[in-house]
Structures are given as structure tokens and as C-alpha cells.
């Protein structure tokens, strides 16, 4: 963990991050798109884990809409 390797949206080649470069790349991305580089909500995460996996939901683990957006600045 804590590496990327390929291509990136908008095409940009970020070959190999690690460490400070990949906490830099990420918290410059999250700043120009206007969102938090920090989530704390537990059912955002969920939806995040599901997305990045591809893999549906187990049991007992259904995201919820309610309640705040769980972003924080």
C-alpha cells in the first residue's frame, strides 16, 4: 500500500508515488476539485470501499443517505 503506478484521469502519468509525493498528489488533486482531503463518515468510506472494489455491499453493511454529507474540511 501507499504507492500508485499508471495513468491518471485527464492522462496524466504519475508513475510511482509513495509517501509524501502520493500525500501531496492527493491533497493537491482534492484542493483543485474543491473537496475535503479527509472523510470521517463511516457510510462515505463504505461507498468509497464499494466503488474503488467493484464489489456490492455484504450484509449489514448498506450505506445510508441520511444524516450529513460526512465530508470535513
Do not use: F, H
Not at 502519468?13 to 509513495?18: H, K, P, R, W, Y
Not at 476539485?33 to 450484509?59: A, H, W
Amino acid at each position: 500500500m501507499g504507492e500508485l503506478v499508471g495513468t491518471l484521469c485527464g492522462g496524466a502519468d504519475v508513475g510511482l508515488l509513495t509517501g509524501d509525493a502520493l500525500v501531496g498528489w492527493v491533497t493537491r488533486s482534492c484542493l483543485a476539485q474543491g473537496v475535503p482531503v479527509k472523510v470521517t463518515d463511516g457510510r462515505v468510506i463504505d461507498r468509497m470501499r464499494v466503488l474503488l472494489s467493484g464489489r456490492p455491499e455484504g450484509p449489514g453493511r448498506g450505506a445510508s443517505t441520511a444524516g450529513t454529507s460526512g465530508l470535513s474540511s
